[in-house]
């Protein structure tokens, strides 16, 4: 037999190829886990519906809606770059689905890489149906749609780093509860649904420093009160980010 005739050639995909097709899988697999979906889509529609519909917390002037939306889209960004990818990756580390996928063709970076394309394209879906309800109260948004894209991708770097950082240095019990205390707690002192200025002076120069806090108010402010690129959100986003994702770099554990 003459050597070269073989169809397909054997050896691995090319790298764009690899990433892509594992970046569709996770997002199947997230698409398809009831719990996620719970968490990242069915939890801040439901939020954003109850709290615009009746007058629970005192939002300021204005319609609760304006407020309330940025908010719900900062939560939509963390719960999926946070909350759910850290659980999921925990898990996936937990039972060896890493240290397998690690032994693959595809570079650990470029695993990563995938599950970041997965967050964003989850995050897209996410802001389509958070948007259209909003619409559906009666949402006015104003500001610059690439100040919101920058808020949006930074709070996505930051929040991934935490979140990697999270799933690769604890066991999966233990992030599972972290990630599910971590959300609740910024959920309720993140701005999200409640103004920073109803918490105590000294506590809210604290909660502003946090990339929940940084990533509502920017949208807020650009959305709600149609502000130029807010810097200072957008420098603790930056910061968080570095530190997450640097961290989630050096101490990530594959087993």
């Known amino acids: 037999m003459s050597s070269g005739t073989y169809t397909p050639k054997p050896g691995a995909a090319p790298l764009?190829?690899?990433?892509?097709?594992?970046?569709?899988?996770?997002?199947?697999?997230?698409?398809?886990?009831?719990e996620q979906l719970l968490l990242t889509v069915i939890i801040p529609a439901l939020l954003l519906v109850l709290f615009s519909s009746v007058d629970i917390i005192d939002t300021g002037a204005g319609k609760a809606v304006d407020f309330l939306a940025p908010g719900i889209l900062a939560l939509a960004v963390m719960s999926t770059a946070f909350t759910g990818q850290a659980i999921a990756t925990g898990f996936e580390r937990r039972y060896g689905v890493l240290k397998r996928l690690g032994t693959s063709p595809l570079p650990r970076w470029a695993l990563l890489t995938a599950k970041t394309l997965s967050v964003l394209v989850t995050e897209v879906l996410q802001v389509v149906l958070l948007t259209v309800i909003a619409f559906g109260l009666g949402w006015s948004p104003h500001g610059s749609p690439v100040a919101v894209f920058l808020l949006l991708v930074l709070g996505t770097a930051?929040?991934?780093?935490?979140?990697?950082?999270?799933?690769?240095?604890?066991?999966?019990?233990?992030?599972?509860?972290?990630?599910?205390?971590?959300?609740?707690?910024?959920?309720?002192?993140?701005?999200?649904?409640?103004?920073?200025?109803?918490?105590?002076?000294?506590?809210?120069?604290?909660?502003?420093?946090?990339?929940?806090?940084?990533?509502?108010?920017?949208?807020?402010?650009?959305?709600?009160?149609?502000?130029?690129?807010?810097?200072?959100?957008?420098?603790?986003?930056?910061?968080?980010?570095?530190l997450g994702l640097g961290a989630a770099a050096r101490f990530f554990r594959w087993e």
């Open 16 to 34: 764009p190829t690899m990433i892509a097709a594992q970046a569709v899988l996770e997002t199947k697999m997230l698409l398809r886990n009831g």
């Open 158 to 242: 930051a929040f991934s780093g935490l979140g990697l950082l999270m799933a690769g240095t604890l066991k999966a019990e233990a992030t599972l509860a972290a990630a599910n205390l971590v959300f609740l707690l910024l959920l309720v002192g993140g701005g999200v649904i409640v103004p920073l200025d109803k918490f105590p002076d000294a506590a809210q120069s604290v909660l502003g420093l946090l990339p929940i806090s940084a990533l509502s108010d920017g949208l807020r402010d650009v959305l709600q009160h149609g502000a130029g690129t807010p810097w200072g959100g957008l420098g603790i986003l930056a910061v968080w980010a570095a």
